[in-house]
């Protein structure tokens, strides 16, 4: 479906259909020479008689970039990622087992490592972290898992912790305002989890984790299908004691219980409708502090201690149907239920938000353009504890509507346009335009310049409210906060060649601008409270973001940097944003073979500045990975940070009193030196070793 076949002298053209059949009239007797193209596979030239006394079936050979085969769910479109004018860095498979391996527990490894993302803890005793791209905060991100909006909210810096890697097949990043698709959050830009789909070879994975920290995990996934019927099953458990690597009495791991489900049906009642059904669970209780009070429960001078008890639920219900051969309509449908009681020392946050959103969309192509019309409805309720001193419930309903077009110029240009109007009914309308073109040409050269609008809808869920476990913060007033809104632009080159038969090179270059006006910002009263207010100026952030990688026979090289300049213009001086390094760097070369997985890596995050001013010292990270791989599976060691920086070796992360402890800002790892052993089973569908 999808591929183009023309007749050169008659220009005359057509694309094929569902299935892969092209339909011509009036088209003269005798010889023509045809062009079948389909991007991702080599262009076939032939030449034809008609009338023809057979059916003619031509076969296409894939292309030599296998890249180009890739279809993202970010767009909403069919198209590969070589004609695609958004910007989107794609983490497949192969690099998320990598992740998976060096962190089972969480994606916080696969995005810590991507050029421009900083994973900021917030908190020592539960180690929630929170995403930032480009030098924004989280909140400015969105989170998804297959076009979904699971997380964020009330759930904050525990989301990421609580994300399993095993069962996912892909990231895709987009860097930049996509609230034209997505809707608000997004300014920053946007994380989409695709899960694993079931095939028809079973696929059963099972992976047993240990490290010297005493943290144990284990993940197992299977996924089947049959002609009408498909099940994927996820599962996964992880214990870590409580873990104080300088031995200040104070633990830089928490002691976490945590369990994860997913299971998900699938349903084909027909080979161009799909339906599937799944649910989204988990229960993560985590407790750090004073180690003598976790383990003993001890008093005395030893009584801090900070405790995270969340569960969550979520459904997705998604229905697919291909209406012709090329309009599809999509409906999908999530609720999603987070319960968290948050208790320190003489206080406690305890509240439940549910959240739901419904969508229904149009796709509709032809040979030149594609098309995207939808219609959306998110709802958000939080309800605090009725006991809560202060009640900072709140309700958000967001209206959306969305038409998004790529339309291909020429051969080389390639145009995406989209507008998106939203309502909420208490901040009101929201128009936000979006542009993107893109030039390629077949010498390996393509350039992207996009831009748009994006908006937040402000909620007590902030890094800095966090930060004190949202003691004596008060409600969001709707009456005098406006929402953030924001603009954005990125432009980007990228180029790639083969410097020899044995030798590919490629690189990317990013530079990009964010400006948020009217930012959340959280401020103390007179009367010892803080109170969320609007920032009279910009918070803006400008940067670039070099990516290049080698490859040779069974090598590949990647370097990375990012220059990251985001300024907080509503301050005198117009100060660095805290905590946010101005430079960052990294090199990570791989070996693969059919037997063996060997990775090292080196990190170096630059100097940053507290929120007093003071400026901290840079660090370099660096981490091994080797991987042996067998018949029916895999074992593996990993010597995470091994050179074992940690922030204590640069200054105090507890200062006293030891009964009521001041924790500093964290801006260098707490854990440090991370050694894992661990086996993957693949007891079938792991043809690759056989």
Do not use: C
Not at 602 to 608: I, L, M
Not at 648 to 657: A, D, I, Q
Request: no cysteine.
């Amino acid at each position: 479906m999808g591929a183009t076949v023309y007749f050169e002298a008659l220009e005359k053209g057509a694309v094929t259909n569902f299935d892969g059949i092209a339909e011509f009239t009036e088209i003269p007797d005798g010889q023509h020479q045809i062009i079948i193209s389909f991007l991702g596979f080599e262009t076939f030239e032939t030449t034809i008689q008609i009338p023809s006394n057979t059916e003619l079936v031509f076969k296409l050979k894939e292309g030599g970039n296998q890249l180009d085969a890739v279809v993202l769910q970010s767009t909403r479109s069919t198209r590969t990622v070589r004609k695609i004018p958004t910007r989107i860095e794609f983490i497949g498979a192969e690099e998320l087992g990598e992740k998976a391996i060096m962190n089972p527990t969480n994606i916080s490894m696969v995005l810590r490592e991507s050029t421009g993302i900083q994973m900021q803890q917030t908190s020592l005793s539960s180690g929630s972290t929170n995403i930032r791209i480009q030098g924004l905060d989280g909140r400015y991100t969105q989170l998804l898992r297959d076009g979904f909006p699971l997380y964020g909210g009330f759930s904050s810096g525990l989301s990421i912790l609580q994300i399993p890697p095993l069962d996912l097949q892909q990231f895709e990043i987009i860097k930049g305002s996509s609230s034209t698709l997505y809707g608000g959050g997004a300014i920053a830009g946007l994380v989409n989890m695709v899960s694993k789909t079931p095939d028809f070879e079973p696929a059963l994975d099972i992976m047993l984790t240990q490290t010297q920290a005493l943290g144990s995990t284990a993940n197992v996934f299977y996924s089947k299908r049959n002609e009408k019927f498909g099940v994927s099953l996820y599962g996964s458990g992880h214990y870590q004691k409580a873990y104080d690597p300088e031995d200040d009495g104070f633990s830089n791991l928490p002691k976490t219980t945590s369990i994860s489900f997913n299971p998900k049906l699938f349903y084909y009642p027909s080979d161009k409708t799909m339906l599937w059904f799944g649910l989204n669970g988990t229960y993560d209780d985590r407790i750090g502090g004073d180690i003598t009070k976790i383990e003993s429960g001890a008093d005395g001078i030893h009584q801090y201690t900070e405790e995270n008890n969340s569960k969550r639920l979520s459904s997705q219900f998604v229905y697919q149907t291909q209406l012709d051969s090329v309009s599809s309509l999509e409906f999908k449908n999530s609720v999603s239920f987070f319960d968290r009681n948050l208790t320190v020392p003489d206080f406690n946050f305890d509240g439940k938000q549910t959240n739901t959103f419904t969508e229904i969309s149009y796709n509709t192509a032809s040979e030149n353009t594609d098309w995207i019309v939808g219609a959306n409805l998110y709802t958000s309720n939080f309800d605090e504890n009725d006991n809560a001193p202060l009640q900072r419930d709140q309700k958000d309903v967001t209206f959306g509507a969305f038409a998004n077009n790529i339309y291909d110029i020429s051969d080389n240009w390639i145009l995406e346009t989209g507008l998106r109007a939203d309502y909420n009914t208490d901040f009101g309308f929201f128009p936000l335009p979006r542009i993107s073109l893109l030039y390629k040409n077949n010498s390996g050269f393509s350039s992207r310049i996009g831009g748009g609008l994006g908006y937040k809808i402000p909620d007590i869920f902030t890094e800095e409210a966090e930060y004190i476990n949202f003691e004596n913060v008060l409600a969001i007033d709707k009456s005098t906060v406006d929402a953030e809104r924001s603009y954005g632009v990125n432009f980007d080159v990228n180029y790639q060649t083969r410097l020899s038969d044995e030798i590919g090179f490629s690189i990317n270059q990013l530079f990009y601008v964010t400006a948020i006006n009217d930012g959340l910002l959280l401020n103390s009263t007179d009367n010892g409270l803080f109170q969320f207010e609007n920032a009279p100026d910009e918070i803006f952030s400008k940067g670039a973001e070099t990516n290049i990688k080698f490859t040779y026979k069974d090598f590949r090289w990647f370097l990375n940097y990012a220059l990251i300049d985001t300024k907080l213009n509503y301050l005198p001086g117009n100060p660095q944003k805290p905590l946010t390094a101005k430079h960052n760097a990294g090199s990570v070369l791989m070996y693969e073979s059919e037997k063996w997985r060997i990775g090292y890596e080196t990190f170096y995050t630059g100097k940053q500045f507290l929120s007093n001013g003071t400026e901290t010292t840079d660090f370099v990270t660096m981490g091994l990975l080797v991987l042996r791989n067998f018949k029916l599976g895999s074992v593996f060691v990993n010597f995470e940070n091994f050179t074992d920086r940690r922030q204590s070796r640069f200054s105090p992360l507890v200062l006293p009193p030891h009964d009521n402890p001041v924790f500093p800002e964290i801006y260098a790892p707490t854990d440090g030196f991370i050694f894992s052993v661990g086996l993957i089973i693949k007891p079938f569908g792991n043809e690759d070793h056989d």
